[in-house]
Antibody, heavy 120, light 109 residues
Framework: QVTLKESGPVLVKPTETLTLTCTVS??????????VSWIRQPPGKALEWLAHISSNDGKSYSTSLKSRLTISKDTSKSQVVLTMTNMDPVDTGTYYC????????????WGQGTLVTVSS | ETVLTQSPGTLSLSPGERATLSCRTS???????LAWYQQKPGQAPRLLIY???SRATGIPDRFSGSGSGTDFTLTISRLEPEDFAVYYC??????????FGGGTRVEIK
C-alpha cells in the first residue's frame, strides 16, 4: 500500500524558511519510473506545482519560484524534503506531496496535505 | 510554459445528467501526458484519468477522457451525488514539467 505523509510547521513568520518533509511507504524512492512532486493550494484556489525529484535524483522547479525552492531526498529514510525561503503571507496554503509515475507524468498517490500559515 | 485553460469555471447540473469538462493547452501536449483529478472539500486530489483516456485504478467507468493535441475532455456520463467536486487537468512536459489547469467546479443545480 502506497502512502505519503507531509510534516512540518503549521505556522511560519514572514521572511523565514519553510522546511517540509514527505515520508513515503509502499515504494522506494530509488524505484525507476517513480518520482515525488510537491504541490500547493492557497485557500479556495487552484493547485500549483512547485518541484519534483526523480528516481535518478533529477530535480525540477516551478519557473516563478525556482530561486526560493530546494528539493532533496534521503532514500534510506524514504523522505523527500522541500525548503522554501523568504516566506510571505501569500505562501499560505495546503502543501501536498505526491508520487509521480514518470512514464505518464501523472500523480497517482497523494499525501493528505499540511496547512501552512505565514503570519507574524 | 504550457498554460492549461479549463472551461467552464462552474458547471451546474443535476444528478443523472452528463458532464462535459474542457481543458485547452497553449501548446501541443502528448496524449501520454495529460491527466485529470477530482478534489472534494478538505481532501487531497484523486487521480481519475492518465494518458488522456486511461482510467486510474478503481475509477468507475462513468468517467472517461478523450482528446489530443491542445484540446482534451473529461466526460462524466451520469452524475452521481459523490461526483460533485472540483476537477483539474494537468500536463507533463518540459520546463517546467508540470502545470495544472484552474479547475472546473461541478455543482448541484
Amino acid at each position: 500500500q502506497v502512502t505519503l505523509k507531509e510534516s512540518g510547521p503549521v505556522l511560519v513568520k514572514p521572511t523565514e524558511t519553510l522546511t517540509l518533509t514527505c515520508t513515503v511507504s509502499g515504494f522506494s524512492l530509488s524505484n525507476v519510473r517513480m518520482g515525488v512532486s510537491w504541490i500547493r493550494q492557497p485557500p479556495g484556489k487552484a493547485l500549483e506545482w512547485l518541484a519534483h525529484i526523480s528516481s535518478n535524483d533529477g530535480k525540477s522547479y516551478s519557473t516563478s519560484l525556482k530561486s526560493r525552492l530546494t528539493i532533496s531526498k534521503d532514500t534510506s529514510k524514504s523522505q523527500v524534503v522541500l525548503t522554501m525561503t523568504n516566506m510571505d503571507p501569500v505562501d499560505t496554503g495546503t502543501y501536498y506531496c505526491a508520487r509521480m509515475d514518470e512514464w505518464f507524468g501523472d500523480l497517482d498517490h497523494w499525501g493528505q496535505g499540511t496547512l501552512v500559515t505565514v503570519s507574524s | 510554459e504550457t498554460v492549461l485553460t479549463q472551461s467552464p469555471g462552474t458547471l451546474s447540473l443535476s444528478p443523472g445528467e452528463r458532464a462535459t469538462l474542457s481543458c485547452r493547452t497553449s501548446q501541443r501536449v502528448s496524449s501520454y501526458y495529460l491527466a485529470w483529478y477530482q478534489q472534494k472539500p478538505g481532501q487531497a486530489p484523486r487521480l481519475l484519468i492518465y494518458g488522456a483516456s486511461s482510467r486510474a485504478t478503481g475509477i468507475p467507468d462513468r468517467f472517461s477522457g478523450s482528446g489530443s493535441g491542445t484540446d482534451f475532455t473529461l466526460t462524466i456520463s451520469r452524475l452521481e451525488p459523490e461526483d460533485f467536486a472540483v476537477y483539474y487537468c494537468q500536463q507533463y512536459g518540459s520546463s517546467p514539467p508540470v502545470t495544472f489547469g484552474g479547475g472546473t467546479r461541478v455543482e448541484i443545480k
